[in-house]
């Protein structure tokens, strides 16, 4: 399943976070989302879960438009999400959040089905963490915890997968992991990423935001350029290989300090 957003613009208490972005994930694609802090990544994937409602645009998964053409239900069996605010989960078990997901499949108050359990099962078996199914969703670490999110994510069974910085405060093995593993699902994928390499890594397109503008979009390759780098991030960026995986590498380091030759004496 695709997802397209045309032209959408998205206000914040009267001020204009993103203006007039249009972007496109392919099905299958992982498409990520990168730029400065503030510069609406967050913001504009909250459109497409149905979070923030657009000030003018159009969102649409599957080709019908999540705001004017769906129910909250309908739109939510489309897409599954894993975003930055997620709840506390109080007492509940690893399988208890996990079955969350299941909520737009059922109708209100109704119990959960046989068929529910089995595809809260396969999720937690395809995040790793089945065996931990009865834990108290608060004793797990931050990796676990995403892991769990996914998994509820998995269980909800959206064609388009939205992860809004899913890597922050995770160590870099399981940031790894956690991206190995978003890969492996084969599924349609609009991910907001703080890391750049592993946007390079693992997307097959990117779009690039700065203050509420989409810049420019296509390959890392096309994308990441020393010169882009340095505009959007402020940062002296080199390319590379990497020696493991022969995938694009960035290095960074901070731009020289401007020369003072010739000033006033």
Not at 32 to 44: A, D, E, F, M, Y
Not at 121 to 148: C, F, I, N, W
Not at 171 to 182: F, K, S, Y
Not at 210 to 232: A, D, I, K, M, Y
Request: charged share 20%; proline share 5%.
């Amino acid at each position: 399943m695709d997802a397209r957003l045309e032209e959408v613009s998205l206000d914040i208490g009267g001020a204009r976070i993103v203006s007039r972005a249009t972007l496109h994930a392919a099905p299958g694609e992982i498409v990520g989302v990168v730029g400065p802090n503030g510069s609406g990544k967050s913001t504009l994937l909250r459109a497409v879960y149905r979070s923030m409602r657009p000030a003018s645009g159009a969102v649409l998964v599957g080709g019908q438009d999540v705001w004017r053409s769906l129910t909250a239900q309908a739109a939510a069996r489309r897409t599954s999400v894993v975003a930055q605010e997620n709840p506390a989960a109080f007492d509940f078990t690893v399988a208890e959040v996990a079955a969350a997901g299941r909520t737009p499949h059922r109708a209100p108050w109704s119990a959960e089905s046989h068929a529910d359990r089995a595809i809260v099962a396969d999720a937690l078996d395809r995040v790793g963490m089945a065996h931990l199914a009865a834990r108290p969703y608060t004793s797990l670490s931050g990796g676990e915890k995403q892991r769990v999110l996914l998994a509820r994510a998995l269980a909800q069974r959206g064609r388009l997968l939205v992860l809004d910085e899913p890597t922050n405060h995770l160590d870099i093995g399981t940031q790894l992991d956690l991206m190995e593993l978003v890969r492996d699902l084969k599924v349609t994928t609009l991910a907001a990423l703080h890391d750049l390499n592993l946007a390079a890594a693992y997307c097959d397109r990117v779009h690039v935001l700065r203050g509420g503008h989409l810049l420019t979009s296509g390959t890392p390759q096309e994308v990441f350029t020393p010169e882009l780098l340095g505009e959007v991030f402020q940062v002296h960026a080199a390319l590379g290989t990497h020696p493991l995986t022969g995938r694009l590498q960035l290095s960074f380091a901070p731009l020289p300090e401007p020369s003072h030759d010739g000033a006033d004496q």
